[in-house]
Structure formats: structure tokens, C-alpha cells
């Protein structure tokens, strides 16, 4: 029986790689999936041999304050990896802990997938050559990331972007409107605050100052914020108590970024995502002032929203540690809802991001490269 260990450390990939566990399990229903990942995956029979909340840490500080921990699953893996041999390994993004176990799996001779490479086209570029050193196979979602592979003769494959299949809508705009009791009549901005307690902490009070301003100046705004299933309920109700009788927390996150005028989100994939629907956005992104100091000190490329990076070009604002507030939100909030032109253009310029991804199938391709890597490693035996 064949066993595949996986390790998907955020929300995001946990999303991504039950997608193709899927259609793996499809193929070969025998197969056991273990490591590390969460709900959607474990839904699906994966082993997550720790708790997958104690990996949502972001930025150089809060990593730094849990190093004995990613320590510790360090060894637990190994220690795993010589008692289970698995057949393959496959990481997922979350490069300061995969490219460790990647070491690890190479030294055993396992061979190692490396999906959704690290954003090397960012920062710290010269990790390029440790992902090439230490896997069999690197599958990129993005299409300018084949070519950085390809210059140095790394073994690489531009399998497609997963929201690309992921993106489905279970309600119809009425449906939605009735759901939430919506006044279509009034502009809905709705507000993505992140999927960690520690973003929600950063990001979620400015909103909520945000919206108290947009409350007092008018009542022609609709606020639907969402919650994402990982997220302490205790911080998160506790920091909307000033405007919990003004706001509609929605549980449909692509019906939220379909439906709204616009989208104030977090920094990551909820801003592709947006992009890929064609709703028009204003990017957030807050960290502690020492992780952001260090970030802008490794951090090569001048924009942050990934749907700018695809692009090659500032489609959509971008608001950075302390430009993060209440009075720059509210004045890009106006610039595009209050100028038509502005906002058509917006939208117009998004659409750029379903000609970059094509129509490849993340999931198939993956399940593919998957079943190769082991075929071929079990037929050298």
C-alpha cells in the first residue's frame, strides 16, 4: 500500500492540496495520506500528526518565538519518515519548515514534490538552488516562475493556479441578498481581514475604525466582513463589538468578493481570488515593525498584491503597515467607487489574470506528476 506524506502548513494550501488528494484517491482509493494539513484534508482520511492551528504564524518575529517547535516537528518527521518510508513527499509552499524536511527526504533517498514554490521571485532568491538540490520535481503556479527554474536547469512544471478550479459559486446574487438581508439600493464594500489570529489582531481593528467613520459620514454602505473557520471566534467577536450591530459576517467567501462593489482584503491568495472574480480591491497588509523591517530589507520587488505581481503593474492600490488606517482606506474606498471610469478600469485590467493562467487544471496535473514520480521510483528498484 502505498503512503504519501504531505506537508501543508496555511489555510490556503490546505484548500490547494485537497484538491488533488481528491482525484489521487480517485485513482488509487488505497493510498494513505499523512503530515501535516488541515480540515479540508483531513475530511478526506489525511493523518495530520500535529495540530494544524500551531502552524498559522507569519512574519520573521512570530517564527522566530516558535523555533522549538518547528524543532520539534523537524525530528518527529524524520523520525517518521525512517519508520513509515514513505513513498513519496510532497510540500506544500511554507519554505522556512519545507526546505528542512526537503533536506531531510533527499538524504533518504525519498523523493520529494515541491507544489506552489516559495515566492523566490520575492526574496531571499538564492533558495532557488536549494529547491533544485533537494527535489525531484517543482510545480509552479505561476507562469513567470517555470522560466526562473528553467535558467538554472531545475526539473520544473507550470501546472496552473488551483483557484483557477477552486472558484465555484453555490448562491445566486438573490440568494445571497435574501441570506444577509441586503439593501441593494446601497454600495457593499465587503472586508477580508485574514485567516490568522495574528492578521485578525493587526488588520481587523483598523476596519473596524474604518467602518465607524463610514457609519458616521453616511448609511450608503453595506459591510459584510468574512470569518474564516480557523480563526479564534473569541478575538475576532470581541474586536467587532463596536460595529457588530452594523455589519454582516458571511460565511461564502467567493459570494462575498462576487457580489460586493468592493473588497478591502488582506495580503495573499483572497486578493487572486478577487482578481480572478474581476471585483476591485484595496490590499491591506500589517505586520509587527521588526518583521516588516526585515521584510523590506529582503523583499526585492516593489508591490505586494499578488494580482499586481502577475499583472507586471499596479492595478489595484496597495496599503502597507502604518499607511493601514482608517482615513487611507476611506480615501481609496472613494477613488474607485466615486469615479466610474477609475472603476471600470480596474476591473477591465483584472481579466489579465485569466489569460496568464490559461486553462490548465492544477489538481489533474499534480495527480500526474504524483503518480510518475512513484511509478518511476518504484520501477528503479
Known amino acids: 500500500m502505498k503512503n504519501i506524506f504531505i ?25 494513505t495520506f499523512w503530515g ?27 517564527v522566530v518565538k516558535h523555533l522549538g517547535f518547528f524543532y520539534q516537528v523537524t525530528n518527529k518527521i524524520k523520525k517518521e519518515f525512517i519508520k513509515r518510508k514513505p513513498n513519496l513527499v510532497i510540500l506544500v509552499d511554507y519554505p522556512g519548515l519545507n526546505l528542512r524536511i526537503a533536506k531531510i527526504a533527499s538524504k533518504l533517498k525519498i523523493p520529494v514534490l515541491y507544489y506552489i514554490s516559495p515566492q523566490v521571485w520575492a526574496w531571499k532568491k538564492k533558495r532557488i538552488y ?26 520544473v512544471e507550470f501546472v496552473g493556479h488551483p483557484i483557477t478550479e477552486e472558484i465555484k459559486f453555490r448562491m445566486s446574487k438573490k440568494e445571497f441578498t435574501k441570506k444577509y438581508q ?14 490568522r489570529d495574528v492578521e485578525i489582531k493587526r488588520i481587523l481593528s483598523e476596519i473596524v475604525k474604518t467602518i465607524q467613520k463610514l457609519k458616521k459620514r453616511e448609511n450608503n454602505y453595506e459591510f459584510l466582513i468574512s470569518l474564516a473557520d480557523n480563526v479564534s471566534k473569541k478575538i475576532f467577536y470581541k474586536i467587532i463589538e463596536p460595529i457588530k450591530d452594523h455589519i454582516k459576517i458571511v460565511d461564502e467567501i467567493y459570494e462575498l468578493m462576487k457580489y460586493s462593489n468592493l473588497v478591502i482584503s488582506k495580503s495573499g491568495t483572497s486578493t487572486l481570488e478577487t482578481g480572478f472574480i474581476g471585483t476591485p480591491m484595496i490590499v491591506v497588509y500589517k505586520t ?3 518583521s516588516y523591517l526585515i521584510a523590506r530589507h529582503f523583499i526585492k520587488i516593489g508591490m505586494i498584491a499578488l494580482p499586481n505581481i502577475v499583472a507586471g503593474k499596479k492595478i489595484v492600490p496597495e496599503l502597507i503597515q502604518n499607511d493601514v488606517n482608517p482615513t487611507n482606506i476611506i480615501k481609496n474606498i472613494d477613488l474607485i467607487l466615486n469615479n466610474n471610469q477609475n472603476y471600470q478600469k480596474i476591473k477591465k485590467e483584472l481579466s489579465i489574470l485569466h489569460e496568464k493562467f490559461g486553462n490548465k487544471k492544477a489538481s489533474q496535473n499534480m495527480t500526474r506528476i504524483a503518480f510518475s514520480i512513484i511509478n518511476e521510483t518504484e520501477n528503479k528498484k
Open 7 to 31: 506537508l501543508a502548513g496555511e489555510r490556503s494550501a490546505d484548500l490547494h492540496t485537497s484538491e488533488f488528494i481528491k482525484k489521487m484517491l480517485k485513482l488509487d482509493s488505497d493510498i
Open 36 to 62: 501535516i494539513g488541515g480540515l479540508k484534508m483531513q475530511k478526506l482520511g489525511f493523518e495530520s500528526i500535529f495540530p494544524f492551528e500551531r502552524f498559522s504564524v507569519i512574519g520573521f518575529v512570530e
Open 130 to 155: 536549494k529547491i533544485k538540490q533537494y527535489t525531484d520535481k517543482i510545480a509552479v503556479i505561476f507562469p513567470f516562475e517555470k522560466d526562473l527554474y528553467e535558467n538554472i536547469a531545475a526539473n
Open 182 to 195: 441586503l439593501d441593494e439600493n446601497k454600495k457593499w464594500l465587503a472586508f477580508i481581514p485574514g485567516s
Open 288 to 290: 509587527s515593525l521588526l
